[in-house]
């Protein structure tokens, strides 16, 4: 197959039912009649704004050659001597093989984040049978324990936003962008897409599933690793580990209706996400390595998501194939901090993301569809060691906690959150009612001054960056964007170290995921479940 990377297309022209344009461009682009292309395909497609008044897709294409041609694919790639044109590499096959004989141990998986999930997956059709631990409920559980918090107040601690089947992206806008060029990204990819999700997240340059089909596709995930021999164990704790003498793993114990249960285990997967602060200590507790990491601080912002269409797109802003816009922002400060704009959700709402009693905690989420009034996007501050009260491993846990019960009793102590228009942000005096741009959080917003339920360094440098943030996207610093408080789990406090091995000095043990500070998004964690999983396998070889 010949790959064509940078190929520019207009917007009628960009997508995969308009399969003859593209045959058109890559022919061009070839030097060959299209009669003599057998198929083309879309890999990747990306949007071009640069120009307002010439906005386009960029594509990448992968094209196969008819047999009626006398030019084989590598003279017609020599022929046009453009590097974005070249054979691609067929994909490599699997670093592991299947097991033949089972673990008599079975390997233990916490955690059904995508981590989890997709260490439990290649674990499953690798033949090792995993015994999968998740505190939270299945998805549909969860569904209605997040929809009793929101109807009630009533918080499950371990079945929301941050804890239940899929892990804390599920209710989120599904993204599944990451930095990382690893291979295993399009196993994923594939997985997603024979579980249910959109098949265009296999081109789109930033793919995302959304809440509502992410939903049935961790589901569909569950269902596949049972029916290989996994088994799967909802609203069941990991509350200690056994360790020996020499601190290797010989045992797990859990906590459910059912009571405490001791069972034997060599090998575990600890993929708890980045909320399991009661992991954190019991790990500590063990004497596992931990170390304090960067984290963020801040709060998010809505605006009118039309807004933002135009803002980004200009004149082709209502055009049926762009959809709704996102932005990714950023400046560094002569302070030294950093300001950016994360988990940016087009058409999406803010979810109370609470996962303690007496603490609020703000996310974003997107359906599919991306069709809500507003956008959301977190707006953060980098938080660092130094910030912390001491060197304690744990102490950015207590930082966190400290900010997230401020915003508590700031908001009426019962799950409101506070909220402030930009302006009186930027002015530091209270807001009393929101402007043209209404809350989507969903137990109501009492408006209030955040400063007060952020810390100072945090506060001052929101206030810098915001008209700097404005200069790069025309809107963002308008007087009625809406802020609510506060955002603390973008990622984790905490590393929990491995080895070359990716086992934590807790031998047996292999920390993965956000919650060990080894990923960041659904993408870059599943790619970590599978290779925790992949040095879990060789432990059979």
Request: hydrophobic share 40%; aromatic share 6%; net charge negative.
């Amino acid at each position: 197959m010949i790959e064509i990377r940078n190929l520019e297309l207009s917007l009628s022209a960009g997508g995969p039912s308009s399969e003859g344009e593209m045959r058109c461009a890559a022919a061009k682009r070839l030097g060959v009649a299209e009669g003599q292309i057998a198929s083309v395909r879309l890999l990747k497609r990306s949007v071009d704004a640069r120009r307002k008044a010439n906005v386009h897709f960029v594509v990448t294409l992968g094209v196969t050659l008819g047999v009626a041609l006398d030019d084989d694919e590598a003279t017609v790639v020599r022929r046009v001597a453009d590097a974005d044109v070249f054979v691609a590499e067929s994909e490599s096959s699997p670093v592991i093989a299947a097991l033949t004989i089972a673990p008599a141990v079975r390997p233990v998986v916490v955690g059904t984040g995508p981590a989890g999930l997709f260490a439990a997956l290649l674990l499953a059709r690798f033949g090792a049978r995993p015994i999968v631990i998740e505190r939270g409920a299945a998805v549909d559980g969860r569904i209605r324990a997040v929809s009793t918090f929101i109807r009630d107040g009533a918080l499950d601690p371990d079945s929301n936003i941050q804890f239940g089947e899929g892990g804390a992206g599920t209710f989120s806008d599904g993204k599944l962008t990451t930095n990382t060029h690893n291979p295993r990204c399009r196993s994923v990819l594939e997985a997603f897409v024979k579980a249910g999700a959109a098949e265009e997240i296999l081109w789109q340059a930033k793919p995302h599933i959304g809440t509502d089909h992410l939903t049935g596709a961790v589901r569909r995930l569950r269902e596949e690793i049972e029916s290989l021999g996994g088994e799967v164990c909802f609203k069941t704790r990991l509350s200690d580990l056994i360790l020996d003498e020499d601190n290797v793993l010989r045992g797990v114990v859990t906590q459910s209706d059912r009571g405490r249960v001791e069972f034997a285990a060599e090998a575990l997967i600890l993929a708890a996400g980045h909320s399991a602060r009661d992991t954190l200590e019991m790990l500590h507790r063990h004497g596992a390595s931990l170390a304090q990491k960067p984290f963020s601080i801040g709060v998010r912002i809505e605006h009118d998501q039309h807004m933002v269409n135009r803002a980004q797109y200009g004149p082709a802003a209502e055009h049926p194939a762009l959809g709704a816009a996102d932005y990714k922002l950023s400046c560094h400060l002569s302070s030294g901090r950093s300001v950016y704009t994360f988990c940016m959700c087009p058409g999406g709402e803010v979810v109370a993301a609470a996962s303690e009693a007496g603490g609020v905690v703000t996310n974003g989420m997107s359906r599919f569809a991306r069709d809500g009034a507003n956008s959301n996007s977190a707006f953060l501050v980098n938080v660092v060691p130094g910030d912390f009260e001491d060197d304690h491993p744990l102490a950015g846990v207590w930082f966190q906690r400290q900010w997230e019960h401020a915003a508590f009793e700031l908001g009426g102590r019962d799950f409101r959150a506070p909220a402030q228009l930009m302006g009186d942000f930027l002015r530091g005096v209270a807001s009393s009612g929101a402007g043209d741009v209404q809350p989507t959080y969903p137990l109501g917003v009492e408006y209030a001054d955040l400063s007060q339920c952020l810390p100072e360094f945090a506060v001052c440098s929101l206030r810098e960056a915001a008209p700097i943030l404005d200069r790069r996207m025309h809107g963002f610093a308008a007087a009625d964007a809406l802020l609510t408080g506060v955002e603390t789990r973008s990622s984790s406090p905490v590393r929990v170290l491995r080895d070359d091995t990716l086992q934590s000095n807790l031998r047996g043990v292999y920390p993965c995921g956000e919650g060990a500070g080894y990923a960041g998004g659904i993408m870059s964690a599943a790619v970590d479940g599978i290779r925790c999983a992949e040095a879990l396998l060789s432990r059979y070889e």
